[in-house]
């Protein structure tokens, strides 16, 4: 069951997993449809708990209301590097990186370093949020193979997605108080670096994402849904075929935003180049095959190009003029 939100005029397909090894074809293709023109859906029915949002946010809230000097214990100059503070992607926003597979490992280093001592109970809720994020994923590119060609899932799934890992940004947005005369960007225009990005944005909204023709246009959020982007490694890995778009996040209130982000990615060795099947015949190749680390590390090696302004893309990295 496929149904569409509108919005001007775009149109996010919601796909529904109640029945993920059961979708129906017109589903599958105004699924293609919706990552070749926008790179962006909705998935509902997803079979991760509402509380664990909840927990997570509250354990967000914990956080970031520590004091500067005890977040920058994880900062960019310290050993695990975890937090990224306020003026580096943008003056609103600071964010926590928990990575996996061992979620729990990654937060608890995080976590004894903020609070001096153990708080399992939060480590625990990670992982759990990484597990399923982690299986969620790989469903999702499961049933987006899926939409490529039939049997294309059997054929590439395993063998091209198999050692894949994630990880999650706690983001905290804060507005200045005038924020209401003067919508400010929380976020500025960047394209993801993953195969996929999932992302649940608290109800405040603001996530907004780029036509192709230059239009900003909102990505409201729907209750019980969770949104989902193409980024970077899949639309090199699928030729241009699917669209990894610009996206930021406007802040239009003063209040804090709350919004976590798992990043799905190739592992560092991989080599990412399109399969001949996902070519297609006759269809030129638009990217050179490239290590993943090292664009990983292209962005990185560029603080702008990290948090992105454009310019900074797998095009700009791998592009061939074709
Ligand atoms: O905060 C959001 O809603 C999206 C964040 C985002 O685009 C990112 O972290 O890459
Ligand atoms: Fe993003």
């Known amino acids: 069951m496929m149904s569409e939100l509108e919005e001007d005029s775009l149109k996010l397909p919601v796909l529904d997993l109640t029945q993920p090894d059961n979708i129906e074809s017109s589903v599958l293709s105004s699924l293609l449809k919706a990552c070749q023109e926008w790179g962006f859906f909705y998935v ?33 100059s ?16 600071e964010s926590l990186r928990v990575s996996g597979p061992d979620f729990f490992d990654s937060s608890k280093a995080s976590i004894d370093e903020l609070f001096g001592q153990h708080k399992p109970e939060f480590s625990e809720i990670l992982q759990e949020y ?30 091209e997605f198999g050692n894949c890992h994630g990880y999650m ?21 960047h394209t993801d670096m993953s195969c996929i990005t999932i992302v649940f944005q608290d109800e405040l909204g603001g996530l907004q994402m780029r036509s ?22 899949m639309q090199a890995w699928s030729n241009g075929r699917l669209r990894s778009s610009e996206h930021r996040v406007v802040l239009t209130r003063s209040q804090n935003r709350f919004s976590l982000a798992f990043f799905w990615c190739f592992e560092d060795e991989k080599e990412v180049i399109a399969p001949n099947e996902i070519l297609g015949n006759g269809n030129p190749r638009i990217y050179q095959p490239f290590v993943c680390l090292k664009y990983i590390k292209f962005r990185e090696s560029n603080e702008v190009g990290n948090f992105e302004k454009i310019g900074y893309t797998v095009k700009d990295f791998a592009g061939l003029n074709v």
């Open 44 to 76: 509902t029915n997803h079979g991760i708990p509402i509380n664990l949002f909840t927990k997570i946010r509250e354990f967000s809230n914990h956080i970031f209301s520590l004091g500067s000097d005890t977040k920058l214990k994880l900062g960019p």
């Open 78 to 93: 310290s050993r695990l590097k975890t937090y990224t503070p306020h003026f580096i992607a943008s003056p609103y926003f």
């Open 130 to 159: 990484g597990n399923h994020m982690m299986k969620l994923s790989k469903r999702i590119i499961e049933i987006i193979l899926k939409s490529l060609g039939t049997g294309y899932e059997k054929k590439f799934l395993d063998s």
């Open 169 to 189: 940004r706690i983001v905290n947005y804060t507005p200045p108080s005038n924020v209401k005369e003067n919508q400010v960007e929380g976020l500025g225009m």
């Open 212 to 233: 192709k023709d230059g239009k900003w246009l909102n990505i409201h959020p729907c209750k019980n849904s969770l949104v989902v982007n193409i980024g970077d490694l």
